[in-house]
């Protein structure tokens, strides 16, 4: 798309936003950068920015620029209401989000991934089965490469596959995908939003702009309301029709015609099942056939922090889930593990208890180590369903871990929340249990 003569305002200076604003220094716009956090932190990205034509202004200067813009974005790791985000459209300037931007400067089909959980997997899952089956595609978006950087070189591909947060949502006005992903729905962000019904609201965003010629792999289990592009169901639950099952032996069909046991991928659990199953009606959306995309299924190793084996020790297995930030990552994990469990859980509160999972905590784990703001919280939730053991550091919760677990069980860290009350991210915190995992030494 050409912007030559707009005068474009990039709020952000995280790597969306720098992604975004070299996307239209290409294009033409002449481009302001503003960030108002800590200035030292983006000294790098402002000079590099700076080098290329673009205005950087940072700090509290941000606050104060007062040059009238034909448009602003905003980048995805920013709350619409905090006063960056306010003050253009207080000024009465559109407000696009990153997302938005790319999708229209993007020049081949957009597969659009959303869910609260396997988003992720599902959008690696998919560029994977795309490319094993001959598509140029190309992964991006919530996995840390911003679909800003992907659409600048999409003439070259045949498919882009973005995963797509429900903030990243919020800012998108005419985003249509081609193939719309809805992987699952469950209670999230209640930080972030007043009620379940506005987070859900902004998820199902990704369907608005889609017309009868475009596919939405959907699942079953979900209730949605009507959809104007053509359905592919799928999931792993029993007793419930859909294009893609799973049946006994761990098998997934395709309209009742068997198709690949997960034991022959290196996935395991229903909700993997389940996004593999996402993937291979993407993939049919878009005209490829499912023998042609198996190679590929049976070849893909999941990404870390997500239900990732890491070691076993004295006949203990130790499992790194940190990427579940939320009450259903958590019950999966719980039921996609044989045997006894020793459960590491907590982390920051986003506003929900964890009252909910009492009844399968009861029935798996025989011992709970809470770690982070919640640990007291899911105490008292759980003080009638297993033995609780707060304690103050991820350290001393894989001590404690390892004095609780008895051969033939699994440590699983899957914390079931997000963890910004103790790390910068999941990432951190789920290598930091692997860190100290690794160095315990056998008995």
């Not at 790319?102 to 959303?114: E, Y």
């Not at 005419?174 to 469950?186: D, H, I, K, L, Q």
Request: charged residues 20%; glycine residues 10%.
């Amino acid at each position: 798309m050409d912007y030559t003569g707009k005068h474009a305002a990039v709020l952000g200076l995280g790597r969306s936003g720098e992604a975004a604003a070299r996307l239209l220094l290409g294009s033409g716009a002449a481009v302001t950068v503003l960030d108002s956090g800590d200035p030292a932190a983006r000294r790098i990205a402002a000079e590099q920015l700076s080098s290329r034509g673009a205005r950087v202004v940072l700090g509290n200067d941000a606050l104060r620029c007062a040059q009238e813009f034909d448009f602003a974005v905003l980048s995805p790791g920013i709350d619409p209401g905090v006063p960056l985000a306010r003050r253009p459209v207080e000024a009465g300037i559109p407000l696009l989000g990153e997302i938005e931007l790319a999708f229209r400067s993007c020049r081949c089909p957009v597969v659009a991934v959303t869910g609260t959980n396997g988003k992720t997997t599902t959008t690696g899952l998919t560029a994977a089965l795309l490319g094993g089956a001959g598509l140029r595609a190309e992964a991006c978006g919530n996995i840390g490469l911003p679909f800003s950087e992907v659409a600048s070189r999409s003439a070259s591909l045949d498919a882009v596959v973005v995963e797509i947060s429900s903030f990243q949502l919020e800012t998108t006005d005419t985003f249509r995908p081609r193939v719309a992903v809805w992987t699952n729905f469950s209670a999230n962000h209640l930080d972030r939003y007043p009620d379940t019904a506005t987070y859900r609201a902004a998820k199902l965003r990704i369907f608005g702009r889609q017309t009868a010629e475009d596919f939405a792999v959907v699942n079953a289990r979900t209730e949605l309301p009507a959809l104007r592009a053509r359905r592919v169901t799928f999931t792993a639950a029993p007793a419930i029709e859909a294009d893609f099952t799973f049946g006994e032996g761990d098998m997934i069909l395709h309209r009742g015609a068997p198709l690949v046991a997960l034991g022959e991928t290196r996935l395991r659990g229903p909700h993997n099942a389940e996004n593999l199953m996402a993937a291979f009606g993407a993939g049919l959306c878009l005209g490829l056939d499912l023998s042609a995309m198996l190679p590929a299924a049976r070849a893909y190793a999941p990404p870390p922090h997500r239900c990732e084996f890491v070691r076993e020790l004295d006949g203990v297995t130790w499992i790194n889930d940190s990427k579940s930030t939320n009450l259903d990552a958590l019950s999966q994990a719980l039921r996609g593990q044989t045997g006894g469990i020793v459960l590491v859980a907590g982390g920051k509160n986003k506003g929900f208890d964890f009252a909910p999972l009492a009844d399968l905590v009861r029935e798996r784990a025989h011992d709970a180590v809470l770690i982070g703001e919640m640990r007291a919280s899911i105490a008292r939730d759980w003080a009638d369903a297993t033995a609780c053991h707060a304690v103050d550091s991820l350290e001393a919760a894989v001590a404690r871990a390892r004095e609780l677990a008895r051969p033939g069980d699994t440590v699983l860290f899957s914390p079931g929340t997000s963890s910004f009350d103790m790390f910068a991210s999941y990432e951190e915190r789920g290598n930091l249990f692997k860190h100290l995992t690794t160095q315990l030494q056998p008995r």
